[in-house]
Each structure stands twice: as structure tokens, then as C-alpha cells.
Nanobody, 114 residues
Framework: QEQLVESGGGLVHTGGSLTLSCLAS????????MSWYRQAPGKERQLIASISSSGTPNYIDSIQGRFTISRDNAKNTVWLEMNNLQPDDTAVYYCKRWSQPSLWGQGTQVTVSS
């Protein structure tokens, strides 16, 4: 069974850091675009970062310079390192595989207290 499992969320204070992990099982992560999304309360799910199979990252402006997406295909894992977290970063964070059929993880909650 193909799965993506996110972990690493939690409660931090403003300015804190967290690193999220997305572990793939049942398939190889070696090819294809992977992304992190987030969904804040009452808002739509938003694409925030992507990484190509070769490791080229892309970010939305609001996280540029604070978040880093990375991947290790041998470990079948994608990470999102988040620094200088702000209350507006509070959301459920999801990873997604774009190659068909697309696949989502179950999400991990990140809460940033002011």
C-alpha cells in the first residue's frame, strides 16, 4: 500500500523551529515532484514548497528564507525545515506526491503561539 506519513509537528513559540518529515512507503520516492502544503483553520489548502526529483526547490514568498525543503531519495523521505516560525504559520501541514495517482499524507499539526 502506497503511503505518505508526515511527522514532526507540534507547538512552538514565535521564532521557534520545527522540522517536518514525510516518509514514503510502498513506492520509491526517487522520481517525481514532491510538495508541502498547509491548511490553516477556515482557509483553503495552500501549496507552500516543492522540490523536483533532482532537488531543485521552490517556495512561496511568505516562507522564502525561513523554510527549507529537502529530500533524500535513498531514505524515501522529504523534509521541511521551518525556522523563525510565526503565528500565521499555524496550520496542518501535508506532503503530496504529484506523480499519478497523486498521493497525500494525513497531515501534521503545527501551532505557533504568540
Amino acid at each position: 500500500q502506497e503511503q505518505l506519513v508526515e511527522s514532526g509537528g507540534g507547538l512552538v513559540h514565535t521564532g521557534g523551529s520545527l522540522t517536518l518529515s514525510c516518509l514514503a512507503s510502498g513506492f520509491s520516492l526517487s522520481s517525481g515532484l514532491m510538495s508541502w502544503y498547509r491548511q490553516a483553520p477556515g482557509k483553503e489548502r495552500q501549496l507552500i514548497a516543492s522540490i523536483s526529483s533532482s532537488g531543485t526547490p521552490n517556495y512561496i514568498d511568505s516562507i522564502q528564507g525561513r523554510f527549507t525543503i529537502s529530500r533524500d531519495n535513498a531514505k524515501n523521505t522529504v523534509w521541511l525545515e521551518m525556522n523563525n516560525l510565526q503565528p500565521d504559520d499555524t496550520a496542518v501541514y501535508y506532503c503530496k506526491r504529484w506523480s499519478q495517482p497523486s498521493l497525500w499524507g494525513q497531515g501534521t499539526q503545527v501551532t505557533v503561539s504568540s
